[in-house]
Every structure is written in structure tokens, then in C-alpha cells.
């Protein structure tokens, strides 16, 4: 981060993620869920809704149902936050069932063929329209291959299919591929060690009930991880309720800026306590906000807080904070 200013004190209005209680974050926090093959991305969130008894419940990206693995689940007013795993990476181990006999050095250079951008048409079963689409793989390595059976392990942009990889790489190899078996491991910063299962998740909230909230404190995760992934600024707290409200960050109330930030990219607005307010765009880059003493600095698209968290102190008049 780069300190525009001498850094104000928070008023203490707000609270630190990592002190909230175990029913704050039942109503504003995200459970990761070890996904088991079977039931269906929105099954299992339904599922989760049903026994934390949040007033709403979303997941961070479609799994389909013989797919297991990580499935991050936001409760209540987390659910805002959700979008933000699309600016994050992914990461699986999978089984790749090649329907010919292929020299692993033939196979070996497909692979590095399809590591960096790649072009993807959406499966059939997809929901999305299908349509040809760029997707960036960090990584894609042969883990093992026994017969026709390849192992894999990939890093991609959110929004890859690795279904479809596996088929175009099969017709770049000549003899046809699908994909056998698959496990998400990584969600952004979000790993399977992270993850629990259902019925775990429902002995720990039995156990929360009976006055035990050990277990069910270590599964439930402050939105805020969600945004680790994104540059920040961090906000002087007379702007926080502004932006609450809609309004655009101007530079006068910026403390600090992350030194990454690039105008028309992806910005994670927080508060000296480190919550979450908005997710937005950069107007300027971040050299030009520490300069700049006027103007908006980040267009505040998606609010994560709810209005009143922190004390109006803006008129009615004002159209930034």
C-alpha cells in the first residue's frame, strides 16, 4: 500500500472481520464446502441456507454435480460480495480419459501449447450464452498418465472450462479426449483445506445451539477474504456511509492506495478496520490519486455495507464521499 496522507484514527464504529461473532458472520460471512459428486451447485447452497437459516444464500461459481471440491457459500448480506471470486484464479485436479493411444511427448507439448491465453466456446450444458471467449491458463502440468488416463493439475482465470480444454486438447492431439473425473482445490484464496463437508457444518451448528461454537467459528469466513485478490483503498470513515449510499469515492477521502491500481481496473474499497465496503472501478491510476486533491477516484459499483454502519456525516446535497 502507499500512504497518501498521515493516517487518521478509525472512529471504532465498525468491526475488525477477524473479530466478529459467530452470529455476525452467520449473517455476513461465507462457509467453503467441500462439495461432494452428486447433488448440484445450487442443491448444496440451498442446503446450506436451510441450516444456518441465513436470509439468503449464493455460491461462488457453478461446480457441476459429478464435480466435487471447493464451493465457497455466502450467507446473508455476503452474498454482495460473491462476484469478487471472478477476479481471481481457480485451480483443479483432474482426469483426462484420451480415446487413442498418445506419445507423451505429443501430449507433453499440447500442454504447453494450451498454458497462457486460450480460446473456449462454452460447453452445451452451460448456461452462458456460447459464444468464442478468451480465458488465460496459468499453468496446466501432467501430473501422471497411465494409459489413456491422464492426470492433470491447471491454474486458470475464472471462467474457463475445463471440460472443454480436455475436448480441445484431445482434438489438437487427433484422437479425441473428454474429461473423466474433476476437483476444484482453489477458489481465489479460498483452498480445499479451508473446505468442510456438510454434515460437519451441520454437527457444528447443532454444537453452536447447544452452546458450543468452537468447531462452527473455525468454518465461517469474514466476506472480506473474498477481496484479497483485488487492489484496495482504504477510506477515511466520514466516507464510508456516503458510499453506502451510492455515492462515488472522491480522492479527498482516500488514506491509503494499493500501488497496483490502474484506471478501469477492479478496486476493493475498505475501511481502516479492513471491512469491506464496495467493489468499483478506478478512474485514474494509482499515482494520480496520491497527487490529486479533487475528483472522483473509484466509480463504486457494488455496495457491501449496509447502509448506517457508520455515522452520516455528508449532506444531502453531496455527490461523493
Not at 452445451?124 to 496446466?140: D, G, N, P, Q, Y
Not at 491510476?285 to 490529486?292: P, V
Request: aromatic content about 4%; proline content about 4%.
Amino acid at each position: 500500500m502507499l500512504v497518501k496522507s498521515k493516517r487518521p484514527v478509525s472512529s471504532g464504529v465498525g468491526r475488525r472481520p477477524e473479530d466478529r461473532t459467530v452470529e455476525e458472520l452467520l449473517k455476513d460471512g461465507i462457509v467453503v464446502i467441500d462439495k461432494p459428486a452428486g447433488p448440484t451447485s445450487h442443491q448444496v447452497t440451498s442446503w446450506v441456507g436451510q441450516m444456518t437459516g441465513a436470509s439468503k444464500a449464493a455460491h461462488g461459481g457453478t461446480l457441476d454435480p459429478r464435480v466435487t471440491g471447493v464451493l465457497p457459500v455466502g450467507l446473508g448480506s455476503a452474498v454482495r460480495a460473491m462476484d469478487a471470486l471472478h477476479y481471481g484464479t481457480k485451480a483443479y485436479v483432474g482426469v483426462m480419459k484420451m480415446h487413442g493411444s498418445v506419445d507423451q511427448k505429443r501430449l507433453a507439448e499440447v500442454f504447453d501449447e494450451f498454458t497462457g491465453e486460450i480460446f473456449q466456446t462454452p460447453p452445451m450444458r452451460s448456461a452462458v450464452k456460447r459464444e468464442m471467449r478468451t480465458r488465460i491458463v496459468e499453468s496446466l502440468k501432467m501430473l501422471e498418465v497411465s494409459d489413456r488416463d491422464v492426470l492433470f493439475m491447471v491454474d486458470c482465470e475464472a471462467g474457463t472450462y475445463i471440460r472443454s480444454l480436455c475436448v480441445d486438447m484431445g482434438d489438437a492431439i487427433g484422437v479425441g479426449a473428454h474429461l473423466q473425473d474433476l476437483r476444484r482445490t482453489r477458489a481465489g484464496v479460498l483452498t480445499e483445506d479451508m473446505a468442510v463437508s456438510l454434515h460437519d457444518l451441520k454437527d457444528s451448528l447443532e454444537e453452536h445451539r447447544s452452546g458450543n461454537s468452537t468447531h462452527l467459528k473455525k468454518m465461517l469466513l469474514p466476506k472480506e477474504m473474498l477481496l484479497a485478490q483485488i487492489p484496495k483503498v482504504e477510506v477515511k470513515d466520514s466516507a464510508v456511509d456516503a458510499i453506502c449510499h451510492g455515492a462515488s469515492l472522491a480522492a479527498p477521502g482516500i488514506v491509503t492506495i494499493d500501488e497496483t491500481i490502474r484506471k478501469g481496473g477492479t478496486v476493493a474499497v475498505m475501511t481502516l478496520s479492513g471491512e469491506g465496503v464496495g467493489i468499483g472501478t478506478a478512474l485514474m491510476d494509482a499515482e494520480e490519486m496520491l497527487k490529486r486533491k479533487e475528483g472522483f477516484a473509484v466509480d463504486v459499483s457494488r455496495v457491501l455495507m449496509p447502509v448506517g454502519t457508520y455515522m452520516r456525516v455528508w449532506g444531502s446535497s453531496q455527490k461523493s464521499a
